[in-house]
């Protein structure tokens, strides 16, 4: 297995930080490493007003998916999350999302999100020393890890925990929920060592195209028909997962699969 470090240049960060709060504590016998610092003790309690976004916000959410750093910026942690690139699909995904952009301009301020992947974890947060031990973990847990030829099928409407944004989304084809699940359950171990908070259960594997500020589930479930119209354009959406990566703050590290 290759690992490579890109060294990007963007800070990634999530309004899921925070989650990590909630880290489940596994038993004792199973632990490989002392606690870590949950991210509310890291970062201090999230803020509710709404120019959170403004005071708090360093990068551009828009040089990161849409994501949106709710917190502080604090000199070594690390916001990171794992990931399956769906670069494959890109060009097709990119002409949807202008074109629904645009659909529904009059009703809602629809954003981009611009690193178009899917999720295999949480975003937690991780100390600059921890980085490639943690790194090196998730490496050896993937080592028997096989890729496979994926696609994405039909579009949903996520929210993040807080329901402070929702995400239009291209869903996992149901036909490779199992063979990403064998993939994620490796990675969710390795988060479990770390005693950070492992990935949703029951996961729904997705691509986040679209995120707009708010809770907008039922506005946007009920134009769902017509935006799948405009995606129904689109031939199959391919999703290559042949390597997983794991984004720390501006670095961002490879594992190609079997
Ligand atoms: P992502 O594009 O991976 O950041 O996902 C967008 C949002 O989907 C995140 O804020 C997640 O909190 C949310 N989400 C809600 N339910 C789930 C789920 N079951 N599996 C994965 N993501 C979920």
Known sequence: ????????????????????????????????RPALPTAAALLGPKKQKPDEFEDDVID????????????????GNWATYVYVPADACSDQ??????????????????????????????????QYHQIDEFSRS?????????????SLQGLRIYTNEERTRTF??????????????AIL?????????????????????HVSLLWCVGDQEKLLNS???????????Q??????????HLKCGNKDFTYLLK
């Open 60 to 75: 551009d959410p828009s040089l990161h998916g849409g994501r949106i750093r709710s917190f502080k910026h604090e000199r």
């Open 168 to 181: 239009i989304a291209a869903p996992l084809d149901a036909a490779f929920v199992e063979k990403m699940t």
């Open 138 to 150: 998730l490496q050896q847990a993937l080592n028997s890890s096989t890729g496979f030829a994926a």
């Open 185 to 205: 359950q490796p990675i969710d171990q390795v988060m479990l060592d770390y005693r950070l908070q492992q990935f949703y259960v029951p996961a729904s594997f």
């Open 93 to 126: 995904l990119e002409e949807f999302q202008a074109e629904a952009i645009s659909h529904l301009a009059l009703e809602l301020e629809l954003q981009a999100n611009d690193s178009l992947h899917l999720s295999l974890s949480r975003t937690v947060v991780l």
């Open 223 to 233: 134009k769902l028909k017509e935006l799948q119209e405009l995606l129904e354009d």
């Open 1 to 32: 297995m290759a690992l490579v470090d890109y060294g990007g240049s963007s800070s990634s960060a999530s309004e899921d930080e925070e989650s990590a709060e909630n880290t489940q504590a596994p038993t004792l016998s199973i632990l490989k």
């Open 235 to 244: 031939d199959t959406l391919s999703l290559a997962v042949n390597e997983v």
